[in-house]
């Protein structure tokens, strides 16, 4: 698949099958997708009228994926507002339910396989796109918690990856029941939580984590280590900048449940969006800290490009997205007393070495060979 350029470099990205061994070469890809690539592709602002249908179709699947909270939000408004008093009262019955006594979201979900599985993903996942990375296979008698990096913007490739079937995680991990945990502020959406919950997603509770991974082998959770905090550090950079140097609780979750540490790491995330800079002390990211710890959210300054142009917007470019699933740490299942600090900064060291050992062995692959990670607190302003 050839990259849509707005950027002064000339850059392709190559769409790789998911067989990782195949003999097939870059050219041959190139070929088999009848993609011919011109002197006029390049410096482009505006999308040509002669634009595949196939590259539309994935366009329009990231268009209706980032509008669906704000789509759900105007329902909502829409129902409020209406006329006929059954349809304000049923609906307020349900925002009264969602509110107080929903709990699907801390109980793994309502997942539904065949929403997940829909075809739909792919095109979503081929507008990147987006590949998922096996280095060793993960045995379904145990659970596992795994810890995505980084954050990026969105979390495109860990929703991808992760809460659908676009690339095959059920196929390349059998017999893991996985669960992406995201923020419980979320299904606050009326209609959007319970689609959500459809994909398979939960909040990020301790209670959510813990009533997953009691389930027994094979249930397991992902968490976005860095969360919102770290989406302010999201741009493109040979630093990456991932918030973890503080953050224990999976481990203390990880120790209460037996359940294994699974390190993964994705290249790519952080170069869909661009972001107006706001360095650690600066006067804006005092601001968009204060504004994070009172509402949930971050609110990054970011630029993408537009539907029909590609200078500026708020779909993410066309940047491949490469995510590796390293190899579990084990950890031993200890009662509550026994969790020291001592136990919890072991298996803390532990995990942010095997996360950089993940990074360092494949970083050169993808073009990031002079790439570092730097560890910081979600505290340094």
């Known amino acids: 698949m050839a990259e849509e350029i707005s950027s002064t470099k000339s850059s392709i990205s190559i769409y790789e099958p998911n067989n990782e061994n195949s003999p097939v070469t870059a050219t041959e890809q190139l070929v088999s997708r009848s993609i011919t690539i011109t002197s006029t592709s390049i410096h482009r602002t505006f999308a040509p009228l002669n634009t595949p249908l196939y590259r539309r179709r994935q366009t329009f699947t990231i268009l209706v994926w980032l509008l669906m909270p704000w789509v759900c939000l105007y329902i909502s408004l829409l129902l409020l507002r209406c006329n006929n008093w059954y349809i304000v009262g049923t609906f307020i019955v349900y925002l009264t339910w969602t509110i107080f006594f929903q709990k699907h979201s801390r109980q793994g979900g309502l997942k539904q396989k065949w929403l997940r599985r829909l075809k739909w993903w792919k095109w979503f996942a081929d507008y990147f ?17 795994f810890g995505c990096h980084p954050h990026g913007i969105i ?33 606050r959406i009326p209609f959007y939580g319970l ?7 939960c909040d990020a509770s301790k209670e959510s984590c813990n ?30 900048i991932l918030t973890l140097k503080n953050r224990q609780g999976f481990i203390k979750i990880g120790l209460a449940n037996g359940a294994s540490l699974v390190p993964v790491f994705s290249f790519g995330e952080n170069d869909l969006y661009d972001q107006i800079s706001n ?19 971050a609110t990054p300054f970011f630029k993408g490009r537009g539907i029909f142009q590609y200078a500026f917007g708020f779909l993410p ?26 136990i919890i900064d072991k298996y803390h060291t532990e995990y942010m070495d095997a996360l950089k050992r993940l990074f360092d062995t494949y970083k050169v692959k993808h073009g990031n060979a002079d790439a570092t990670i730097k560890y910081v607190n979600d505290n340094d302003w």
């Open 317 to 342: 470019n066309r940047r491949a997205i490469h995510t590796y699933v390293g190899e579990p740490i084990h950890l031993p299942k200890l009662e509550h007393d026994q969790i020291i600090p001592e």
């Open 211 to 240: 009533y997953i991974l009691e389930k027994g082998n094979g249930n397991s959770i992902l968490l976005v280590l860095g969360g919102a905090k770290e989406s302010l550090d999201a741009r493109p950079s040979n630093e990456y």
């Open 195 to 201: 689609y959500l919950s459809f994909m398979g997603l």
């Open 155 to 187: 979390s495109l490739g860990a929703f991808c990856n992760f809460a659908t079937e676009a690339t095959n995680f059920e196929e390349k991990f059998p017999g893991i029941n996985l669960c992406l945990l995201t923020l419980k502020a979320n299904f």
């Open 279 to 297: 360095p650690r002390g600066s006067k804006l990211r005092q601001i968009q800290m204060k504004i994070q710890e009172r509402i949930g959210y």
């Open 129 to 145: 796109p987006i590949n998922l990375h096996k280095t060793c296979d993960l045995p379904s008698d145990r659970s596992y918690i």
